[in-house]
């Protein structure tokens, strides 16, 4: 019998490729029942580390086949991906990774058994075969060693360049740092840390830090600290200060919990249309213990407030969220390009319904985690040429490290999610 991780990896990767979902839900769903810390985090490897690589696994599967992968029955597909990623990748003997994937396709096509067998056993024997050279072959190199689709490949390629685009796909296969915050009302937070052998680094953003070894996991279940990444942390410090804040798509509520943390003199109002979303979110702000934050049942598309209710309006836009490629590597695989144009569209929708909220001299941050110029500059070029009350306001100086022109990115240098945000000054 497969291990219960190997199983429940199978299980998710199907999930994927049959569309039912998102990474994180299909491992919330997977994780119940694996009491032991070691199966939990190999059911996380399994399932990540073959997203992440799966561009090259399939290269190296191609080269064993005497037909394409398209036509692999999609139950032995996500078995030899699974297999191979142990074969090439894992401290795993062969014998355990041929053998539990055979196992794995057994229970859902067992005339496949046979072929993947075959297959993972000519790999364990032959090894990895040469991946294309990313100077004389980019194309080629982004969609087997950069593990990307091809039109993404294509779409980077046309608009980076070579160099910066195998750079860009190399960043988005490492696995991203691990970024936290503490909650102010919890004195004994630091403490709790470092008892639990975590050691701390500041981040360049102030209150944010890297967080190395140790499992973070209770601590965050206590309320002590918020595990959320530098961007995300970024555009909750551009939306803050004084008066009233609207956060107006807020789940998961990381954003909405910083801005009610930075003062408590503020009051912060965090929209959420979803019910189950909310109801979520209504459990993060029990734990984390924000007094001056609300949470409010409504549409970005329709917000029931009145024009200039809010001095400050945060609209962290649904985006294709393919800035976030590292820590959601579904993402890559489960995106096309006319994904891209569909969300541009909604932004610019929610940009119009919402920027009549801003009272006058207000501000607006209109951000994404989107690496896509048509979900970021362009969604914003288009809003000022058709609004002429907003203007784009300068960064303030602590978000100098985070300045590209007039807007702020994070994950341009080095590994992590590139979030976009862009401040508007209302006149």
Known sequence: MPSAARVRAFAVLRALDADRGTLAEQLALAEPGLDDPRERGFLHELVLGTLRARGRLDHALACLLDRPLLRVDAGALAALRLGAYQILDLRV???????ESVELVRSEAPAAAGFVNAVLRRLAREGAPALPDPERQPEAWLTSAGSLPAWLASRWLKRLGPAAAVARARASLEKPRTTLR???RAPTARQSILEAGIELAPSSL????EARNGRLAGLAEAGLVYIQDEGSQLVAHLASGPGLILDACAA???????MADLAEDRFVVAAEPGARRREAMAVLMRRWGAPNLCLVGADARRPPFEAGSFDHLLLDAPCSGL???GRHPDVRWRTVEPDILRHSRLQATLLGSLAP???SGGRLVYATCS????????VVSAFLSTDSRFRLAPLPAWAGAFADGPYARTGRHAPGDMFFAAVLQRS
């Open 93 to 99: 003997p062969d014998r355990a990774a041929v053998s």
């Open 323 to 325: 800035g976030t490629l």
């Open 371 to 378: 690496s896509e110029p048509e979900e970021n500059e362009q």
């Open 252 to 258: 998961p509520g990381g954003k909405a919990t910083l």
């Open 357 to 359: 909220l801003v009272r």
């Open 206 to 209: 102030p209150g944010a830090f």
């Open 182 to 184: 503490l909650n102010p």
